[in-house]
């Protein structure tokens, strides 16, 4: 019995099964015709039930030798004439799809997407700045000639004060990278059909999921948290040479276990968006879909991950290396006091260095999120039959 809820199709393969022996009721025989399209406002389960397996039925292909899997193309098992309305073909995609997809929708909705990126990106940057400038302590001396007992008390203050003055910075970030995603989520979505979107339709249709949303994000917060805890507790409890060692044993234990969870839900917060679901239903929901697919999952992520980073080197480099030359006796101050010795002009470049940043790779990333869950679909409940039922394209007509 299939559970896939939302505006999927009651009919949809269940999540857990094997990727891809989906029947295409409608497609025709000679696999000429169009693929689908797709709308997050699909009629709710129970509203359409596709032909049975059996072949019958008005709407029902010929039968044909091994019909009801989905018959594969030359050399990758995909259709190369698969319909396009709009930033992605409708089958499953390809690493290069799903990244050039994401840059698409970044081109065609660009008034939309830098609208809200760079927005967003600009108050959650000056916030950053007003914050780390006069709300964090200074950060605790070190004895670079401490051993023992004492190496490993310097070494845990060291690291309270790192957590405790990044934490007001993350959850800026954690707040803009949330606002953006939800209503990039939204244009990724028009933007598989090919549709205009507005910055104010995308956060009429964004904001009444603002706030599960933002209950997803921190119940994966605090559950990090609690990981990492768990992990370095009991070496910060021991202390000495042996303290140090267990706890760098947990950290491991705790990254590994904290990477392997973060790829387990990494589609949550496109499942709670699209389908409109609850917290703890849209995590169930995205641990069915990375299910067996978990390594090709990390692989995207951390492709993804790459080119964010590439990009912010690009770019911060040269806006970090402005900000040195423009702040008076920025270096020397830098090299010998640390980094709080910088003063308002390399706040500002640099600043706006990392508005440039957060403007391109925010889109990235959430492109990415929002069409790897497309794909997982496709691939795992036939959601291309959905999507082009949706669109209203010829051989896939609404069933009642």
Not at 58 to 87: L, S, T
Not at 200 to 220: N, V
Request: proline share 9%.
């Amino acid at each position: 019995m299939n559970d896939t809820p939302g505006w999927a199709s009651p009919g949809s393969a269940p999540s857990d099964g094997q990727e891809a022996g989906i029947p295409r009721p409608s497609e025709p025989v000679d696999g000429s015709g169009p693929a689908g399209n797709w709308s997050p406002t699909q009629p709710p389960a129970g509203q359409w039930s596709p032909p049975s397996s059996s072949g019958t039925g008005p709407g029902a292909p010929p039968p044909a030798p091994g019909w009801g899997v989905r018959p594969p193309a030359p050399g990758w098992g995909r259709r190369p004439d698969a319909a396009k309305p709009g930033i992605i073909p409708l089958r499953p995609l390809g690493v290069g799809e799903i990244l050039d997809g994401a840059v698409s929708a970044m081109r065609a909705h660009w008034r939309t997407v830098l609208g809200i990126t760079l927005a967003v990106s600009v108050i959650a940057q000056t916030a950053i700045i007003l914050v780390e400038r006069y709300l964090l302590p200074e950060p605790p001396s070190v004895d670079a000639n401490a051993t023992g007992a004492e190496a490993v008390r310097q070494a845990a203050d060291s690291l309270q004060s790192t957590l405790l003055n990044s934490t007001p910075t993350m959850l800026i970030s954690m707040l803009a990278t949330l606002f953006t995603t939800a209503v990039l989520t939204v244009v990724i979505s028009r933007s598989v059909l090919g549709r205009p979107v507005t910055l104010s339709d995308a956060w009429a249709e964004a904001r009444t999921r603002m706030l599960p949303l933002l209950g997803l994000t921190l119940l994966l917060a605090v559950m990090a948290a609690a990981i990492m805890t768990v992990g370095l507790l009991p070496g910060f409890l021991i202390g000495d040479t042996a303290g140090v060692g267990l706890a760098f044993i947990g950290l491991l234990v705790a990254c590994v276990l904290l990477l392997w969870l973060m790829v387990r839900f990494c589609l949550a917060s496109p499942a709670l968006m699209l389908e409109r679901q609850s917290i703890t239903a849209s995590m169930r929901r995205s641990a069915k879909l990375v299910r067996g697919a978990w390594w090709r999952t990390f692989g995207i992520l951390a492709l993804t991950w790459l080119l964010t980073l590439v990009v912010s080197l690009v770019i911060g480099i040269p806006f970090g290396l402005i900000a040195v030359a423009v702040d008076d006796g920025g270096l020397s101050a830098f090299l010998t006091e640390g980094a709080n010795s910088f003063g308002w002009p390399f706040l500002i470049v640099s600043g706006i260095g990392d508005v440039v940043v957060a403007t391109i790779t925010y889109p990235l990333s959430a492109g990415v999120m929002a069409l790897l869950y497309v794909d997982q679909r496709i691939r795992r409940e036939a959601l291309d039959l959905d999507l082009a039922r949706a669109a209203g394209l010829p051989g896939y007509d609404n069933r009642s």
